[in-house]
């Protein structure tokens, strides 16, 4: 269903902090991180026309198909957009969105064949601080690829709505984002402005390339911002939208190294804390197998547990 090597799966109303889905999902409410690129070496923007067209194309399936924007960067050969569906129509919308713009394209350049190199991916965001990870990751990728020395100086991204102050309105919507940073303190913009001049020096990969470089990123980001990050921990800004219920995945790993380490006492309530544990993590996708070497078990021991009741 999904790959997880750094990230977890979701099932059902059970979340963690991304999911990089094959199948796409659906769920009204969820953050995604849409990524989609050329096939091959080809570009898929040669002049600031077509680059125009898509936002057009963008805007206009965000308002006909109920999608909310956040944020967005058009690179040469590629797309990143953050956003979330308010209906079960993600997969309608992003097939609307890639197939029109190919068709105009392709009429426009008298080109044949696929623009795209493949389906359109998609990392579900359920995480805060994973969030404003991936939005700061987005805004910095043309800094990243040497377009420009500063973030803000690149024209085809949404960060300027980050940034400037009295920015004009949009159909893009940074202060989803810019809330979950600051907590409603009315300094989001200058807190982004502060991610964003720091985060262009740290090393990162293209999202292509390895699919763990935005988690790579935020423990980097993590480490330059902690009172910040802890701020964002536990409020679930991103999970609530969709309705879910959020275990964090710090407290998550605290209670696996608590049972590893043999913290917990026998006894009924230590049976259903292990259980609870093996249900967190069925419940994003991890197997038994994989679960049985997470919690130091065997998986016989793991299917006694879900045998029991709580």
């Given amino acids: 269903m999904g790959?997880?090597?750094?990230?977890y799966d979701i099932h059902g109303k059970s979340i963690s902090r991304v999911f990089r889905a094959k199948r796409k999902l659906n769920m009204p409410g969820l953050v995604s991180h849409i990524t989609q690129r050329a096939a091959g070496k080809e570009p898929l923007f040669l002049e600031d026309a077509d680059r125009l067209y898509m936002l057009g194309l963008l805007k206009d399936i965000s308002h006909k198909q109920s999608i909310n924007v956040y944020a967005f960067c058009l690179m040469g050969?590629?797309?990143?957009?953050?956003l979330s569906n308010q209906e079960e129509n993600l997969y309608d919308a992003m097939r609307d969105l890639f197939s029109r713009y190919a068709m105009w394209f392709n009429k426009?350049?008298?080109r044949k064949g696929h623009l795209f190199g493949g389906p359109y991916r998609q990392?579900?965001?359920?995480?805060?601080g994973y969030l404003v990870t991936a939005s700061v990751y987005i805004h910095l990728n043309p800094v990243k690829a040497g377009l420009v020395s500063f973030a803000e100086e690149y024209r085809w991204s949404s960060v300027r709505l980050y940034c400037e102050e009295g920015a004009p309105e949009s159909f893009v919507d940074?202060?989803?984002?810019?809330?979950i940073l600051d907590g409603n303190s009315g300094k989001g913009k200058e807190m982004y402005r502060g991610f964003l001049s720091r985060g262009a020096k740290v090393e990162t990969t293209q999202v292509f390339e390895q699919e763990d470089v935005i988690e790579r990123f935020r423990v980097q980001l993590v480490s330059l911002f902690p009172p910040i990050f802890k701020g964002m921990a536990g409020r679930n800004t991103a999970g609530k939208a969709a309705g879910l219920e959020l275990l964090s995945v710090d407290s998550l790993e605290e209670r696996i190294e608590s049972l590893k380490q043999g913290d917990l006492k026998p006894g009924p309530e230590t049976?259903?804390?292990k259980k609870y544990l093996v249900e967190q993590l069925l419940s994003r996708g991890y197997k038994r197998r994989e679960i049985a070497e997470r919690l130091g078990m065997s998986r016989k021991t793991i299917y006694n547990i879900l045998?029991?009741?709580t």
Avoid: G, W
């Fill in 108 to 110: 426009k350049y008298e």
């Fill in 3 to 7: 790959s997880m090597e750094r990230f």
């Fill in 271 to 273: 049976r259903s804390a």
């Fill in 307 to 309: 045998q029991t009741s």
């Fill in 174 to 179: 940074p202060y989803f984002i810019l809330h």
């Fill in 77 to 82: 050969n590629h797309v990143h957009i953050l």
């Fill in 123 to 128: 990392a579900v965001c359920l995480d805060d």
